[in-house]
Structures are given as C-alpha cells and as structure tokens.
C-alpha cells in the first residue's frame, strides 16, 4: 500500500500541509482566548483544551508515520505502522470521544470508562507489535466498529437528556445545542471506520487526509460557536419589591406563590423579553430559587423554554395586531425581534408549537376578512 504512495509527490505535500493545519488549529485553540469565526461568543475552555490536544494527537500521528513516506525496509515499515495504530489508540481515539463528551455542559462526566473501553484493542495492539504481525487487526477493525456504533447510541440517549437540560435552564438555545455536531461527526467516525475496514491503496489515502482537514476545520468551528454555559451571563437586578408581609414567608415557594410571582415579576415587567434569561436568574428575580422554580414547571407540564418563548410568541401576537390596527408598516422579523428572540428561525419553531401554525399562515389568516 505504502510503495504508490512514496513515489506521489502530490500526496507528500498533502500529507506535509495537513500535519502543519493540524499542529496550527492546535496552537491556535490553546493561546488565542478570544474567538475569531465568533467573537461574541466565550467558548468552553475545556473544549477548547481539549480539542487542540486532539489536533496535536493528529499532527504528531502524522509525524509518527512520515518516515513511511520515504524508502526504508519493510521491517521497519510494518513496525511504524503496528506502533502507529497502537499510538491512534492510546491517544486520537481517546481524545475524540473526550471533546464528544466535553461538549455536553450539563456536567462533567467521567472519563474512565474510554480506558476500559479502548483496553482491548490496546492490548491487542501491544502483541501485534511484539510479534511484528497483522494477524489481529481485522480483530481490531470489527471491535473498533462495534465500539463506535456502541458510542453513537450512547450519545444518541446522552443528548436526549442534555436538550431536556437545556430546555429546563435556557430559555434562548442559539449556541448551546450540539446534536448537529454529533449527526456530523458520527458520520464522519463512520464513514471514516467503514472505509477503513474496506479500502487500501493511494485513493484511501488522499482520503483520509481530506477528511481529517474536513474534520480539523468542522471541530474548530463547533468549537468557536459553542457557547460557554459555565460561566452565566451578568445577572438580572431583583424586581421592584412589591410583594406583601405574607409573599417573604417560606410559603412563597409553593407552586401556587411562584405562579403569582412570575406574574407580577416576569410576565407584567416584561423581564421575559430579556436575551439569554436563565432559569437561575428568572428565579432570583422573583425571589425564589431555581429547584423551586423548575419545580414549578414541571408541575406545569412545560419546561422554562418553552414558557418563556409562549410569552414571547403572546407578545409578537399583541405588537402585530397593535401594528396592524395602527397601519404602520412592519416585518415579522422586527416584531420577533423585539418580542425577545435573537433569531427569526428559533422564533418560527417556537410560534408553531404554539399556535399550530407558521407565521406565514397566521399572519395570512389574520388579513383575512371577517377574521
């Protein structure tokens, strides 16, 4: 397989600039702080961390088998390959499913379980590489396989919960949902396992290297665009104390109180019309805290995303028809805008799972006569 490629200078060159993007995108990640695709937005330092020591995984692999690239014996050869594959395990393996994981924010999750994981192939691995012999390796491929199909069902059930988590503290979710990210790279993990499973020569080759730049270029994006939610934004002031002597008793917390205080301070303030407003700061605005709070809604059937963009969607529906009543002249995406979304699509997913209709419709039915 080695010996078309040696003679390819084209490959050489390709196989030369992607260890540099590689090595680059690594550097890059841990001392740049402030982002340059997104520069309103704080990404996770972990991620970010976490990322370019994968990125380094990938540069120093390619460093690893450059040797390959040139005429050395076949002995030496087959000992930089079997040691090269045992190296991917213990190092770009393991550190693509920690970025998977490190980019679900809702907790810290432990990283043990890759180790056990990954200690079959390791230690098979290991005697490929003290007998000089390939005779494990489809071994390897099929375990390697089922251990990513077994990985993407994983995070299937993982982000499940992580939108549940999300849904239930945010009530804004531009930059902070990664089930895109996770559609992409287990397409690419596939893809990438498949074709290796089935497929050698200089086409696999100049393959592989396309996809990692696809792959080094798609994370650095993910990475840049993800925001931050360990860190929360500057916090909302209290509302105007206007409760009475029996509101700042301990029975304040029950859920028939926070119903009438989230009446008197979020929904007649307006403070649902704030960017990025938190279930932690919607709870210390109204005097309560967020176990209480998210209590409360789930006795309601509803999560605090939803609740606050079904207000958000009531008070597009009230700046329409004063707008319309009025005659002034006006765009769905002004009025949404002012209604507290930062996004028109976010609010069109959010106003027909209110109404049962997109706002095209809606807004055609309103213009109706006799509506």
Not at 5 to 28: F, H, K, Q
Not at 50 to 79: C, E, G, R
Not at 338 to 343: D, I, L, P, W
């Given at each position: 397989?080695?010996?078309?490629?040696?003679?390819?200078?084209?490959?050489?060159?390709?196989?030369?600039?992607?260890?540099?993007?590689?090595?680059?995108?690594?550097?890059?990640?841990?001392?740049r702080r402030a982002?340059?695709?997104?520069?309103?937005?704080?990404?996770?330092?972990?991620?970010?961390?976490?990322?370019?020591?994968?990125?380094?995984?990938?540069?120093?692999?390619?460093?690893?088998?450059?040797?390959?690239?040139?005429?050395?014996?076949?002995?030496?050869?087959?000992?930089?390959?079997?040691?090269?594959?045992?190296?991917?395990?213990?190092?770009?393996?393991?550190?693509?499913?920690?970025?998977?994981?490190?980019?679900?924010?809702?907790?810290?999750?432990?990283?043990?379980?890759?180790?056990?994981?990954?200690?079959?192939?390791?230690?098979?691995?290991?005697?490929?590489?003290?007998?000089?012999?390939y005779a494990l390796q489809t071994v390897v491929y099929v375990y390697f396989l089922l251990m990513c199909i077994g990985l993407i069902i994983y995070m299937a059930h993982t982000l499940g919960q992580y939108d549940r988590w999300l849904r239930d503290n945010f009530a804004d979710l531009e930059h902070k949902e990664v089930w895109q990210s996770f559609l992409v790279l287990a397409i690419i993990m596939m893809v990438f396992t498949i074709y290796a499973l089935t497929s050698e020569g200089p086409t696999y080759q100049f393959a592989m290297q396309v996809v990692i730049v696809v792959l080094i270029g798609y994370l650095l994006w993910r990475v840049e665009t993800l925001s931050d939610l360990s860190t929360p934004a500057p916090p909302y002031p209290r509302a105007p104390e206007t409760r009475t002597p029996e509101a700042r008793t301990p029975e304040t917390r029950?859920?028939?109180?926070?119903?009438?205080?989230?009446?008197?301070?979020?929904?007649?303030?307006?403070?649902?019309?704030?960017?990025?407003?938190?279930?932690?700061?919607?709870?210390?605005?109204?005097?309560?805290?967020?176990?209480?709070?998210?209590?409360?809604?789930?006795?309601?059937?509803?999560?605090?995303?939803?609740?606050?963009?079904?207000?958000?969607?009531?008070?597009?529906?009230?700046?329409?028809?004063?707008a319309t009543a009025d005659r002034h002249s006006f765009t769905a995406q002004q009025l949404a805008q002012?209604?507290?979304?930062?996004?028109y699509r976010t609010f069109s997913e959010a106003f027909k799972r209110e109404t049962g209709q997109t706002v095209t419709v809606w807004m055609k039915m309103q213009q109706e006569p006799g509506e």
């Open positions: 397989m080695y010996d078309q490629i040696r003679e390819d200078t084209l490959y050489i060159m390709l196989y030369a600039v992607v260890t540099a993007i590689a090595m680059l995108a690594s550097c890059y990640l841990l001392l982002n340059a695709i997104a520069p309103d937005i704080t990404s996770p330092i972990r991620l970010r961390r976490w990322t370019a020591a994968f990125f380094a995984s990938f540069a120093l692999n390619h460093l690893w088998y450059m040797p390959i690239l040139f005429h050395i014996s076949s002995d030496d050869v087959t000992m930089i390959d079997l040691t090269g594959g045992l190296l991917d395990c213990m190092t770009i393996v393991p550190l693509a499913i920690a970025v998977l994981f490190t980019m679900l924010q809702d907790r810290r999750r432990t990283l043990w379980p890759i180790a056990v994981m990954l200690a079959p192939v390791i230690v098979a691995d290991l005697w490929c590489v003290a007998a000089r012999s029950t859920p028939d109180n926070i119903g009438l205080l989230l009446q008197q301070h979020c929904i007649d303030t307006q403070l649902y019309l704030q960017h990025d407003l938190t279930l932690a700061q919607l709870a210390k605005a109204i005097g309560t805290n967020r176990t209480y709070l998210g209590q409360f809604f789930s006795t309601q059937g509803v999560t605090y995303n939803a609740y606050i963009n079904g207000l958000r969607v009531g008070h597009f529906v009230g700046l329409y028809q004063a002012e209604s507290g979304f930062r996004s």
